[in-house]
């Protein structure tokens, strides 16, 4: 693949000194972190919830569905994805983030929307008594499939203390 000289001469229009292209908010940050955004989201374009097709069924999801799962400390957005697994078992995905949503704000508004840390806790009373570690697999969850009338998927999602009150 050949880049077209004319796109690299658009970008280099306001170029005045070395560090507007090497510093530190330099040109060439920016194109690697943009890049770097669009290659992982064409290869991983969709946080996944990861069940067998038995358990999809049974909480009306197929493949493909937007699902949330929902613990004690909170819930997260993620798309079914029927795999050859245990029944009654969701595997979801680590460390999810839309960085590309950000607002003006913030740039980690969207940080909790399909982010598994937030189904976990590292609160003392439920850490392993042996070792101090905070429990992030083998957590009791309820998934279901998102409704027509939730929230859009880029919008910020109830933290844990705000959904506290609701019940598992």
């Not at 070395?18 to 908010?25: A, L, M, S, V, Y």
């Not at 690697?32 to 996944?48: D, I, Y």
């Not at 976990?120 to 570690?133: K, M, R, V, Y």
Request: with cysteine.
């Amino acid at each position: 693949m050949t880049i077209d000289t004319k796109l690299i001469d658009q970008l280099l229009t306001n170029y005045k000194k070395p560090e507007d292209i090497i510093g530190e908010n330099g040109l060439l940050k920016e194109l690697t972190k943009a890049f770097m955004e669009r290659a992982l989201r064409a290869v991983l374009p969709t946080p996944w919830a990861e069940m067998s097709a038995e358990t999809a069924a049974e909480i009306g999801a197929a493949d493909g569905t937007e699902v949330w799962v929902k613990t004690k400390s909170g819930r997260a957005r993620f798309v079914t994805k029927v795999v050859e697994m245990r029944a009654g078992v969701v595997s979801v995905e680590y460390g999810w983030w839309f960085p590309e949503e950000a607002s003006e704000n913030s740039s980690l508004e969207s940080i909790w929307i399909s982010n598994a840390n937030v189904l976990t806790n590292a609160d003392f009373e439920s850490c392993d008594p042996l070792l101090g570690q905070w429990s992030y697999n083998g957590l009791q969850c309820r998934v279901y499939p998102v409704r027509k009338n939730d929230q859009t998927i880029f919008q910020k999602q109830p933290t844990a203390h705000e959904m506290q009150a609701e019940q598992l």
